[in-house]
């Protein structure tokens, strides 16, 4: 049973993300950082990291991602070992554009962190260890966010999770989830994340 509740960004020693994976995602942060282009890893290796290591095959990340740099961009990636078939149509059409690892095979999907949301994750970010990597993560309370405006399980459970080990400012969420409810148009983001906290133990009043 996970009891502890912490806000350390690193891995426990004793996981150990495969090589494949682990090697993909420095290829990806190296260019991110050398075209000087901000991130923060989200996803599962982002929930591996803060709260309880669990499975996952791609990597996530969130990025600032101006339409005149997208060129420079591409060209990284490919010359890095990257397919990049369709990244402007798929980030005009769907905000997120997926890339493949050749060698490995480990895809790497990258987030445009455009809109108050996107900025607010990246001026928030927090530098952690994963593995033998350097990384910029997403706050424990931004991926929080994330999760809760999906509606996927696996999603609600990892919002679970980071409710039951990080020490969360569930203000911060829950004052997210509804300026995110309120641009959909639905009750349905705060109503997963106070799901959450009930099903993580916790009460709704931080006092």
Do not use: N
Not at 10 to 21: H, I, K, N
Not at 59 to 73: G, K, S, Y
């Amino acid at each position: 049973m996970i009891c502890q509740r912490r806000r350390v960004a690193a891995l426990p020693e004793w996981f150990v993300v495969t090589r494949d994976l682990e090697a993909a995602l420095r290829l990806v942060i190296e260019i991110l950082d050398g075209l000087k282009l901000r991130y923060a890893l989200v996803g599962g290796l982002a929930v591996s990291t803060w709260a309880w290591p669990r499975s996952t095959r791609d990597v996530d990340l969130w990025a600032a991602l101006p339409d005149e740099r997208l060129p420079e961009l591409e060209h990284a990636l490919m010359a890095d070992g990257f397919e990049v078939p369709a990244m402007v149509d798929e980030l005009r059409q769907f905000g997120v554009f997926r890339s493949r690892h050749r060698e490995s095979g480990v895809f790497v999907d990258i987030f445009d962190a455009t809109g108050p949301l996107g900025e607010a994750l990246l001026d928030r970010r927090l530098s952690g260890q994963l593995g033998q990597t350097r990384v910029w993560l997403s706050s424990p309370e931004d991926l929080a966010v994330l999760k809760a405006f999906s509606d996927r399980d696996r999603d609600f459970d990892d919002l679970v999770l980071l409710l039951s080990v990080v020490d969360l400012d569930r203000d911060y969420v829950l004052e997210w989830a509804r300026r995110l409810d309120q641009s959909i148009g639905t009750e349905e983001v705060v109503a997963r994340v106070r799901s959450a906290i009930s099903k993580a133990g916790l009460q709704f009043d931080r006092t």
